[in-house]
């Protein structure tokens, strides 16, 4: 379903000026096309040329005869290159005009210009990454943040790809089982009801099997779990901070910033736009939102302010919800808070302006929450720690800290669970071991689809579409 037989071609670099750009060719004629197309000073042939070496040369328009620019190309052969095939990288000069010339004299001399993320795609279809690495250098390029890196290069490394192998070999060793029986069913396996009392010896591997699948089931649901904060890690994470008018949104975020940056009167209804922000936090970047109070308002302004406010809620990873301790807790404080505690995402409550007075009791709350000032930086390093604890120590990794990432994995994984635990019923109920062998086989199915043993090409063009040209 994919042609693989011809050769692609593709600027890999930024556009604008810089130092070098690159033009990368992929594919059977990458050798034959830069042979028409470079030349060294001597004259020597790519004839049998050593691979990943760097050679000094021109590029010349065979047309024309003219050299357009000064280059260093390297050859990398089939099958030790990204993609797989050979490739041809031309290390020229980082103008526009140069990087498009060789383009074209790629494109007239067979290659034809490749597709977003086609040279990844490739290394896919090549066997050289599985679909999770292939997520995995995406998200690399697109990482705006360490944690974000990080959590890329795990996965590019096969933290993740692991685990599911490592999942799916007990699954497949289950199903063998399984499939013995079905093959000679006169050395019939005893599946026992989970709750009875395990066999004494006789009967092969019943309870194995579905303790094993038990267990099976656990890791995925930790997986499954684990995509709340697998998320955060990958698109960076927001932290709101959200309240009534007034109660000091806009002097916490200074304070943190430690700059003037959000405008802060006495005059409840101050902040109309929600206000984003980098912060560092111990080396973990997060993006802190300021946002307009939540209250009933007539004003156009305020109200267009606080749908932005609720906006900011929803994209947020974590909420630091606040309070005024000097005016004591308010009913629409208890209705926010109550709000914000459905959206199901970790709440930081704080109490401000104890510098003040703090007239709201600690046994409110069913659960601690901070005290502190922004006018007088009471109380912010805790607070600080705090975020930082509960973003980069996430409640919901697997206990080999592995997360996912994508809502492809959570679907799939989830997928998987469902068959399995159809796969339970089936056992508990003493069907026959054909219909548990057909929702293990789909569970392996779906665990099979995230790292991408099996796929569709309309997932593969879902994922590669987010990749740029030249990738
Ligand atoms: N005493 C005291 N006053 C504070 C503290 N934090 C904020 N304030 C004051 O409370 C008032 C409101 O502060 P803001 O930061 O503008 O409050 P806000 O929550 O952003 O308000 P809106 O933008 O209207 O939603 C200002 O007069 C601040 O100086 C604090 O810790 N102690
Ligand atoms: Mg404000």
């Known amino acids: 379903m994919f042609d693989l037989t011809d050769t692609i071609s593709a600027i890999s670099t930024p556009p604008g000026e810089g130092g070098i750009g690159i033009v990368r060719v992929s594919g059977p004629a990458s050798i034959s096309i830069a042979k028409k197309i470079f030349t060294t000073p001597k004259g ?71 597709e977003p993320g086609e040279f990844t795609k490739r290394a896919f279809l090549n066997g050289r990454l599985n679909l999770l690495q292939a997520e995995a250098v995406i998200d690399i390029i697109k990482s705006k943040s360490d944690t974000a890196l990080e959590s890329a290069m795990n996965q590019l490394q096969g933290g993740l790809a692991g685990k599911i192998t490592s999942i799916k070999s007990i699954l497949i060793n289950v199903l063998a089982e399984i499939e013995a029986d079905i093959d000679f069913p006169e050395e019939d396996i005893e599946f026992t009801p989970l709750s009875s009392p395990p066999l004494q010896g006789g009967a092969r591997g019943g309870i194995t099997l579905q303790k094993n699948l038990e267990s099976v089931l656990t890791e995925i649901g930790q997986l499954v779990d684990s995509y709340r904060y697998g998320k955060i890690y990958r698109e960076g994470v927001s932290v709101v901070i959200a309240g009534r008018p007034n109660v000091g949104k806009s002097s916490l975020i200074n304070a943190l910033l430690n700059e003037e940056r959000s405008i802060v009167t006495s005059i409840p209804g101050t902040t109309r736009d929600t206000i984003e922000e980098g912060l560092n936090l111990n080396g973990l970047t997060i993006k802190i939102v300021d946002t307009a109070g939540i209250r009933e308002s007539e004003g156009l302004v305020e109200q267009e302010g606080i749908k932005r406010t609720q906006k900011a809620i929803e994209g947020a990873g974590l909420i630091i919800f606040l309070l005024d301790g000097s005016e004591g807790l308010r009913k629409e404080d208890k209705d926010l808070i109550n709000e914000i505690k459905h959206k199901n995402k970790p709440v930081i409550i704080a109490i401000n302006k104890i510098d003040v007075e703090n007239k709201i009791s600690s046994e409110w709350a069913d659960g601690e929450f901070l005290k502190i000032s922004a006018l007088k930086n009471i109380g912010l390093n805790e607070l600080k720690n705090k975020i930082f604890d509960i973003i980069y120590n996430g409640h919901c990794k697997t206990p080999e800290g592995i997360f996912i990432t994508r809502e492809r994995h959570r679907e799939l994984l989830s997928k998987s669970q469902g068959s399995l635990n159809k796969a339970i019923n089936a056992i508990n109920q003493n069907l026959s071991s054909e219909f548990v062998a057909v929702d293990l086989r789909l569970a392996l199915d779906s665990l099979g689809e995230i790292t991408g043993e099996t796929y569709s090409e309309d997932v593969l063009d879902r994922i590669f579409q987010e990749f740029c040209i030249g990738k």
């Open 44 to 114: 020597e042939s790519l004839n049998g040329v050593e691979s990943h070496k760097l050679i000094h040369g021109y590029i010349k328009d065979p047309d024309t005869r003219k050299n357009i620019d000064e280059v260093l190309l390297t050859v990398m052969y089939s099958p030790k290159s990204f993609t797989g095939e050979d490739v041809v990288e031309i290390s020229c000069h980082g103008g526009s005009l140069p990087l498009n010339k060789i383009l074209n004299l790629t494109i007239k001399s067979g290659a034809r210009l490749a």
